[in-house]
């Protein structure tokens, strides 16, 4: 089991942005598929993007294509959510998740590692 460290919310105005940092402590997960999901206040964790373990192949909710990216440093053994043109519905606690798991797999279940979140909030 790998524990995840996720970094770099916080509170920005509609229209900003934030980049999301997710690390592994103590250990690689270069070999692992990584995804970020968000849960807002009284609403199911739902899934925001994905990254195959080599990094070339993505996956995006329809919801932020074409204004988040997600990326990775194998050499830093990260992985990274670049949030551009953020709304106040992306307004949630994000969440870094790895695992053997295609990247077309939305499901929290299917999952097996998880971090702690962290809080983004954009005002309006």
């Known amino acids: 089991q790998v524990r995840l460290v996720e970094s770099g919310g916080g509170l920005v105005q509609a229209g900003g942005s934030l980049r999301l940092s997710c690390t592994p402590s103590?250990?690689?997960?270069?070999?692992?598929?990584v995804a970020w999901f968000r849960q807002a206040p009284e609403k199911e964790r739902r899934f925001v993007a994905a990254?195959?373990?080599?990094?070339?192949?993505?996956n995006y909710a329809t919801s932020v294509k074409g204004r988040f990216t997600i990326s990775r440093d194998i050499s830093k053994n990260t992985v990274y959510l670049q949030m551009n043109s953020l709304k106040p519905e992306d307004t949630a606690v994000y969440y870094c998740?790895?695992?053997?798991?295609?990247?077309?797999?939305?499901?929290?279940?299917?999952?097996?590692?998880w971090g702690q979140g962290t809080q983004v909030t954009v005002s309006s």
């Open positions: 990254i195959s373990g080599g990094g070339g192949n993505t």
């Open positions: 998740a790895a695992g053997y798991t295609a990247v077309t797999v939305t499901t929290t279940g299917a999952w097996g590692d």
């Open positions: 103590g250990r690689t997960f270069s070999n692992r598929a």
